[in-house]
Antibody, heavy 121, light 108 residues
Framework: EVQLVESGGDLVQPGGSLRLSCAAS????????MSWVRQAPGKGLEWVAS????????YYVDSVKGRFTISRDNAQNSLYLQMNSLRAEDTAVYYC??????????????WGQGTLVTVSS | EIVLTQSPGTLSLSPGERATLSCRAS???????LAWYQQKPGQAPRLLIY???SRATGIPDRFSGSGSGTDFTLTISRLEPEDFAVYYC?????????FGQGTKVEIK
C-alpha cells in the first residue's frame, strides 16, 4: 500500500524558513517523480514543485522560484521542501504527492494527508 | 498559463441522480492531458481520472471522463452517498500544471 506521510508544518513569521519532509513507503520511491501541492485554507489546489526520480531535474511554480527548494533522498525514501523567505500567501496545507509524468507534465496519483504551514506574525 | 474554469460552482443533487461537471480551459489542453480529483472535507485529494477518460486504479465505473481540446466533462452516473464532495480538474499539458477552482457536489 502506497503511503506518504508529511511532517514539519508549523507557525512561522513572515521572512522565516521551514523544511517539510515526506516519508514514502509501499512503492519503489527511486523510480518515481515526486511533487508538492498546496492548498490555502478554503481554497483550491496549486502545484508547487516536482523533482525527477534521481533528483537531477526540478521544476517550480513561478511564485516560489528562488525561495523554495525541492529535494529527495532515495536512500531514505524521503522527499523534502525547503521554504525560505516565507510570505503570508504561502499559508496552506502542503501535500506530498507521487507524480506520474515527466518534465512535460503529469498528474498526481497518490497523496499524503498534508501538513499545515501558517505564516503570520 | 492555462486557466481552468469549472462549472457549476455547486451542484445540488439527490443520491441516485446523475452528475455532470464541466471543466473549460482557456486554451487547448495538449494530448487531452486532463485529470480529475475528488476531495472530501479534511482529506487529501484522490485521483479519479487521467488522460481525460482513463479511470485510476480502484475507481468505480460510475465515474467517467470525456472531452478534448478546451472542454472536458466528469460524469457520475448514479450518485452514491460517498460521492458528495468537491471535484477538481487539473491540466498537465502545459507548465505550470494548473487546477480548476472546484465544483462542490452537495446533497439536495
Amino acid at each position: 500500500e502506497v503511503q506518504l506521510v508529511e511532517s514539519g508544518g508549523d507557525l512561522v513569521q513572515p521572512g522565516g524558513s521551514l523544511r517539510l519532509s515526506c516519508a514514502a513507503s509501499g512503492f519503489t520511491f527511486s523510480t518515481y517523480w515526486m511533487s508538492w501541492v498546496r492548498q490555502a485554507p478554503g481554497k483550491g489546489l496549486e502545484w508547487v514543485a516536482s523533482v525527477k526520480e534521481d533528483g537531477s531535474e526540478k521544476y517550480y511554480v513561478d511564485s516560489v522560484k528562488g525561495r523554495f527548494t525541492i529535494s529527495r533522498d532515495n536512500a531514505q525514501n524521503s522527499l523534502y521542501l525547503q521554504m525560505n523567505s516565507l510570505r503570508a500567501e504561502d499559508t496552506a496545507v502542503y501535500y506530498c504527492a507521487r507524480f506520474r509524468g515527466w518534465h512535460l507534465g503529469g498528474y498526481f496519483d497518490y497523496w499524503g494527508q498534508g501538513t499545515l504551514v501558517t505564516v503570520s506574525s | 498559463e492555462i486557466v481552468l474554469t469549472q462549472s457549476p460552482g455547486t451542484l445540488s443533487l439527490s443520491p441516485g441522480e446523475r452528475a455532470t461537471l464541466s471543466c473549460r480551459a482557456s486554451q487547448s489542453v495538449s494530448n487531452s492531458y486532463l485529470a480529475w480529483y475528488q476531495q472530501k472535507p479534511g482529506q487529501a485529494p484522490r485521483l479519479l481520472i487521467y488522460g481525460a477518460s482513463s479511470r485510476a486504479t480502484g475507481i468505480p465505473d460510475r465515474f467517467s471522463g470525456s472531452g478534448s481540446g478546451t472542454d472536458f466533462t466528469l460524469t457520475i452516473s448514479r450518485l452514491e452517498p460517498e460521492d458528495f464532495a468537491v471535484y477538481y480538474c487539473q491540466q498537465y499539458g502545459s507548465s505550470p500544471w494548473t487546477f480548476g477552482q472546484g465544483t462542490k457536489v452537495e446533497i439536495k
